[in-house]
């Protein structure tokens, strides 16, 4: 069962084919091209959102940000803007966020993230684990989900360790109500291991990989695809 998809950027070069983000977003994170990209990226997520809710197959949608994008003091206008120049559902909008990314200044992340939260946006804790994770900003920031990192689910069926992690992390989860996403689920034995738990969300190559958006909207949404033809 589809609950939700994440919008990913790559970039297709002229002459290198298809380059992966591991090469060019730290390049674009050492100045404002990152929040040229970003706002370019919620832009045409926005646009796709519209472009379901036409067609009736709501469907939410994940998309990172950069830390030097959200850190900026004009982070929630820009994005209020965005929807509002899209009509976009905010409640449709999942915007994923680091834990390095919100300890800078918790106090500004948690004014910040409240207030798009105010607006119907919701926000997910990417790659947690792999961070700070400390329970006492866990609880202060306006948070609905948390990603398990990948690291973590890769090993969980041999690692007594890892899967320890796991349920560390969904108990905690658990009593918050939040809900979680594993990353990574690649292997029947990974799926498995979750079966046996909690109501988690599987992301990962056993359910389907990265493809260019159009080829996507094919399989899953036809008519989205027919109505922009």
Known sequence: ???????????????????????????????????????????QVCQLLVRLDRQGQALRMSVNISPRHFQRSDFVESVRLLLADSGADPTRLMLE???????GDLADAVSKMTELSAMGLHFSMDDFGT???????LKRLPISELKIDKSFVQDVTTNPQDAALVDTILAVARQLHLQVVAEGVET????????????????????????????WLARWAPSAQDSQA
């Open 131 to 137: 961070g700070y994770s400390s329970l006492a900003y």
């Open 97 to 103: 966020v680091t834990e390095g990314m919100v300890m």
């Open 1 to 43: 069962q589809l609950v939700g998809a994440e919008a990913l950027v790559r970039w297709a070069h002229p002459e290198r084919g298809l380059v992966p983000p591991a090469v060019f977003v730290p390049v674009a994170e050492m100045s404002d091209l990152v929040v040229a990209l970003d706002r370019w990226m919620l832009a």
């Open 188 to 215: 029947r034995e990974q799926a498995a291991f979750f079966d046996q738990r909690d109501d988690v969300v599987r992301q990962g190559y056993l359910y389907g990989r990265p493809e260019p958006l159009e080829a």
